[in-house]
């Protein structure tokens, strides 16, 4: 067996192993060697590629409003940022804005969810039932008492996109990927040793966890850390509507159920309930969540849903952090230059740059220079401390 060294190694080349990979190639003051191990090359099953690929400033938690601030400026100036040999990536951005509804009894938490939002510099607008009405006048509102539009900084992307223009930066500036499965790890003096699947070993100084709901867990039990981070499966269907509907956002529903364009149709989906959400690792797609849930929803919101035509669907898998629906973001303490970006919990695409930033940061200098992640540390888990988001998608 030969080992191969490196100074980082990131477990997972998906969007988030290859922002970090691509971010601290760019760097001026970080010359090491990167080596990013992926399972699944033709990315068919990670999260990356299957999302619904959207970015919004409508967090309750002044850190993920933060981080996706940075991420939108990031993605309206990604051919700039990500450039290969004058060719610019290009991931057809759409600031549709998001809309979230509140029945009366959540008027408040809205409320005060926008203050936050503005006071952070997002650009959303608080509408009550009748501007809501005149603004879109295709939605119902009668059991509504106000909405949260985002006018800028908020829509949809090509997320596959995004993560293809990262690692291909990353590739030109020499990051290495090697297509296989990391099956141990393990700290031997100052060193970490990653045994992969194709019979191979690496060497390294730092390793990084961005293993996604596949494999992230796993990579910690390796570590000897255990993280509340479980696969759960997610939904996306496909519908055509007949009728032209505009300025249509990405609509959340009090009832959780989204719906967004997507080319000249839609896609939409929702959350299971907590009881019906197992761990799971098929792609199945459970239909009668469009059945039973969605489409009723969606055809009392919007009237003109009544008659729609469903069209494809596919599943995914949320890396869940059952803790409190954030990501595990930097150092796990008592071990050694070991780094997770875990747990994003159904928002990691958007919280790609700002994260890739981060762990490139903590890395090259010891500390976050420019946006400080530490409260999405995983010593948060060992103190008790949860950092509740109530705008869960
Ligand atoms: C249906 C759905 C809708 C979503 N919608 C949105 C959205 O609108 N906006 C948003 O921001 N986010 C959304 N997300 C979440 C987002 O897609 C994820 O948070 C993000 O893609 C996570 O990226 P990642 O790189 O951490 O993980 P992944 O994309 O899952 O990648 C992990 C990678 O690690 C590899 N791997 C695993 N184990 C190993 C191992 N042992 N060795 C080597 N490689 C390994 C896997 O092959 C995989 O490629 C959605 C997710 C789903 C499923």
Known sequence: MSIETADVVIIGGAVMGSSIACQLAQRSDFDGRIIVVEADPAYEICASARSAASIRQQFSSAINIEISLFGIEYLRTIGERLEVNGTKPVIDLHEGGYLFLAIPEKEDILRSNHALQQEL??????????????????????????????????GWFDGYGLMQAFRRKARSLGVTYVAAKATEIRREGAAWTVRMSNGEALACGALVNCAGASGGSDICRMAGVEVPVHSRKRCVFTFDCRETLANFPLLIDPNGTYV??????????????????????????????????????????VPAFEAVRPGQAWAGHYDM???????????????????LALGFSGHGLQQAPAVGRGIAELIATGRYETLDLSPLG????????????????
């Not at 989906?269 to 009723?296: A, C, K, M, N, R």
């Not at 995983?378 to 869960?392: H, I, Y």
Request: net charge negative; hydrophobic share 35%.
């Open 321 to 339: 952090n059952l803790f409190d629906h954030n990501a595990f973001i930097g150092d796990v303490p008592g071990i050694e230059n070991f780094y």
């Open 121 to 154: 510099g997002a650009d959303i607008a608080f509408f009550d039932r009748e501007a809501l009405k005149s603004r879109f006048p295709w939605l119902n509102v009668e059991d509504i008492a106000a909405g949260c539009h985002g006018l800028s900084g908020e």
């Open 260 to 301: 967004r364009p997507e080319g000249t149709g839609f896609i939409c989906g929702v959350s299971p309930t907590p009881d019906e959400d197992p761990d799971s690792t098929d792609f199945d797609v459970d239909y009668s969540l469009f059945e039973e849930t969605i489409w009723p929803t969606l055809a009392t919101r």
């Open 378 to 393: 995983f010593d948060r888990l060992a103190r008790n401390k949860p950092l509740l988001e109530r705008n869960v998608v």
